[in-house]
């Protein structure tokens, strides 16, 4: 048993006063952090409980026309909120993708930004960890990596973000509003989280104390909605983390490409935007050439990071195409309950990769 504090600040001053403490960590609905304490893999001294922030609940259009998700609105009302899903249908099917219903229901937006991964070895605090012991060694090097990185990764982690939210935010130029003692500032979600490098233990940019607060969304990300969609490949549909995921979403312009936008999931120790896929996608027409030349730009710089993982590069690749199938075929009416499967009916003149 470790014991802790537990503080209810009211307001963001108090809480990032206090989660400046040293051992202390921010809690909310902790569908992640708590697992961890049980575990062993966190021994946080002191919870500074968050969940009662005043108006951190909130989701917001701007003056702008873009939108502010306030950091403690739960992942199933934000994805179910009408408005917020029809303006961008491919977060609303990432949130839909992601966990459980009963989690969900629970888990809040910034909790998803700060979720951990779920790298077996991390979760198992008798194997060796870099993130969890910087300079203990990575068990999953040479070990079971099936789920484990092909972009970014580092001989000192190849650990993968789980995050399905986060993958089309990437796409969208989310930006994160973060609270501290000495004010506010934002950082967009692209370069929130550090690749691994040889500091696999510095997993975002946020100093200690730092508090999300919300993530807002650019006007132009509302531009996309007729043609988003995000698509995840995983083990079990019911519940799992994603094997691969693509957020894609275009602009066309008649029967061009005028703008689009491409993230993956399941591949990096980050969201993975792919902007040289973007690069050769923009001006052509949207078909099924434009989209496998996207496809192996997303994934030029790939890697197997271990003997299990070889094969997600050329499902990456898949998947990109795809979710870019999908995405011109045109966003549905309704979001889907469930993601989008591989195996279902092609849309009109579509095939996979
Ligand atoms: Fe730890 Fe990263 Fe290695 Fe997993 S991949 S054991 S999280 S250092």
């Known amino acids: 048993?470790?014991?802790?504090?537990?503080?209810?600040?009211?307001?963001?001053?108090?809480?990032?006063?206090?989660?400046?403490?040293?051992?202390?960590?921010?809690?909310?609905?902790?569908?992640?952090?708590?697992?961890?304490?049980?575990?062993?893999?966190?021994?946080?001294?002191?919870?500074?409980?968050?969940?009662?922030?005043?108006?951190?609940?909130?989701?917001?259009?701007?003056?702008?026309?873009?939108?502010?998700?306030?950091?403690?609105?739960?992942?199933?009302?934000?994805?179910?909120?009408?408005?917020?899903a029809k303006t961008y249908p491919a977060v609303a099917e990432a949130l839909l993708a992601g966990a459980s219903a009963q989690l969900r229901?629970?888990?809040t937006t910034a909790g998803n930004l700060m979720q951990r991964t779920?790298?077996?070895?991390?979760?198992?605090?008798?194997?060796?960890?870099?993130?969890?012991a910087p300079?203990?060694?990575?068990?999953?090097?040479?070990?079971?990596?099936?789920?484990?990185?092909v972009l970014g990764w580092s001989e000192h982690c190849i650990a993968t973000h789980p995050s399905d939210f986060c993958v089309p935010l990437a796409a969208l130029d989310a930006v994160v509003e973060i609270a501290s003692g000495a004010g506010t500032r934002?950082?967009?979600?692209?370069?929130?989280?550090?690749?691994?490098?040889?500091?696999?233990?510095?997993?975002?940019?946020?100093?200690p104390g730092e508090l999300i607060t919300g993530v807002r969304l650019p006007p132009e990300a509302a531009g996309f909605q007729a043609h988003a969609r995000y698509l995840k490949v995983r083990d079990r549909t019911s519940y799992a983390f994603a094997v691969v995921s693509a957020a894609a979403a275009l602009r066309l312009d008649g029967d061009r490409?005028?703008?689009?936008?491409?993230?993956?999931?399941?591949?990096?120790?980050?969201?993975?935007?792919?902007?040289?896929?973007?690069?050769?996608?923009?001006?052509?027409?949207?078909?099924?050439?434009?989209?496998?030349?996207?496809?192996?730009?997303?994934l030029a710089g790939a890697s197997p990071s271990g003997e299990a993982n070889a094969f997600k590069i050329e499902l990456a690749r898949r998947?990109?195409?795809?979710?870019?199938?999908?995405?011109?075929?045109?966003?549905?009416?309704?979001?889907?309950?469930?993601?989008?499967?591989?195996f279902a009916p092609s849309p009109a003149g579509a095939a996979h990769g």
């Open 186 to 207: 934002a950082v967009a979600l692209t370069d929130f989280y550090p690749l691994p490098g040889d500091a696999p233990e510095r997993e975002t940019v946020l100093a």
């Open 105 to 107: 229901n629970a888990a």
């Open 1 to 84: 048993m470790n014991l802790f504090a537990y503080t209810r600040p009211a307001s963001v001053a108090e809480a990032v006063a206090a989660g400046q403490a040293p051992g202390a960590a921010y809690l909310a609905a902790g569908t992640n952090l708590l697992d961890l304490m049980k575990g062993g893999v966190m021994t946080p001294t002191h919870l500074v409980d968050v969940t009662r922030l005043p108006g951190l609940d909130r989701i917001d259009v701007l003056e702008d026309g873009g939108v502010r998700i306030g950091a403690l609105v739960r992942n199933a009302d934000l994805a179910h909120d009408a408005r917020f």
């Open 319 to 342: 998947i990109v195409v795809r979710a870019l199938t999908l995405a011109a075929a045109g966003t549905p009416a309704r979001v889907p309950a469930l993601p989008a499967s591989p």
């Open 135 to 149: 300079g203990a060694g990575c068990a999953a090097v040479g070990g079971a990596t099936r789920l484990h990185a």
């Open 257 to 298: 490409i005028g703008e689009a936008r491409l993230a993956l999931g399941g591949v990096a120790l980050k969201p993975w935007r792919a902007r040289e896929a973007e690069s050769v996608l923009a001006g052509r027409a949207p078909d099924r050439a434009a989209f496998r030349e996207a496809a192996e730009a997303a």
């Open 118 to 132: 779920r790298c077996q070895y991390f979760y198992d605090p008798a194997s060796p960890c870099n993130k969890r």
